[in-house]
T-cell receptor, first 116, second 114 residues
Framework: EPEVTQTPSHQVTQMGQEVILRCVPI?????FYWYRQILGQKVEFLVS????????KSEIFDDQFSVERPDGSNFTLKIRSTKLEDSAMYFC??????????????FGPGTRLTVL | GIQVEQSPPDLILQEGANSTLRCNFS?????LQWFHQNPWGQLINLFY???GTKQNGRLSATTVATERYSLLYISSSQTTDSGVYFC????????????????FGQGTILTVHP
């Protein structure tokens, strides 16, 4: 069964460093997402991406964040200068086509980011 | 934006007991999914259920879209059922473009004791 994969599973970084989280969505899916979950809290939407453009983003997704689909399979989230409060679990998700009957979202296993 | 409320916030059961988790949402939805977050933090898809009833083994779910709620039933609970259960919804964007953003509830923390 196709699945969303994410690397690395854990990332530890120093405050102020740049990090790139990587995801491989399901191959025939068109929409891609990043969500994050601070420890003990609910999962929050960060950004959606379609056709090489951001289609929607939350207030959390400020200028420190960027997303990219550098090739036909990978989808990345970059945090330019990490802060302590960026420590969280980051989930990638993908779906075939939102707003239709094929809009189930499939989530990756997550990357746990720790900023020291 | 759409509001999602889950109840109860915490639930403690003995192994073998049955339970019902509830998800209320404030607007019509195009998508509703139930997830189980395991001890390693992974979100496991349980059900994609914007309406109707589905069953998968000991778990079943029902969404009554017209009344804006969904229920997750766990029968004969096992210790491996412990974890956090999340409901997530995508609002029905009548006349507009949907990008699929899911809004999550706060979750129900389930603890099953042997």
């Amino acid at each position: 069964e196709p699945e969303v994969t994410q690397t690395p599973s854990h990332q530890v970084t120093q405050m102020g460093q740049e990090v790139i989280l990587r995801c491989v969505p399901i191959s025939n899916h068109l929409y891609f997402y990043w969500y994050r979950q601070i420890l003990g809290q609910k999962v929050e939407f960060l950004v959606s991406f379609y056709n090489n453009e951001i289609s929607e983003k939350s207030e959390i997704f400020d200028d420190q964040f960027s997303v990219e689909r550098p090739d036909g399979s990978n989808f990345t989230l970059k945090i330019r200068s990490t802060k302590l409060e960026d420590s969280a679990m980051y989930f990638c998700a993908s779906t075939a086509l939102p707003g239709t009957v094929n809009n189930e979202q499939f989530f990756g296993p997550g990357t746990r980011l720790t900023v020291l | 934006g759409i509001q999602v409320e889950q109840s109860p916030p915490d639930l403690i059961l003995q192994e073998g007991a049955n339970s019902t988790l509830r998800c209320n949402f404030s607007d019509s939805v195009n998508n509703l999914q139930w997830f189980h977050q395991n001890p390693w933090g992974q979100l496991i898809n349980l059900f994609y259920i914007p309406s109707g009833t589905k069953q998968n083994g000991r778990l079943s779910a029902t969404t009554v879209a017209t009344e804006r709620y969904s229920l997750l039933y766990i029968s004969s609970s096992q210790t491996t059922d412990s974890g956090v259960y999340f409901c997530a919804v995508e609002p029905l964007n009548a006349g507009g473009t949907s990008y699929g953003k899911l809004t999550f509830g706060q979750g129900t923390i389930l603890t099953v004791h042997p």
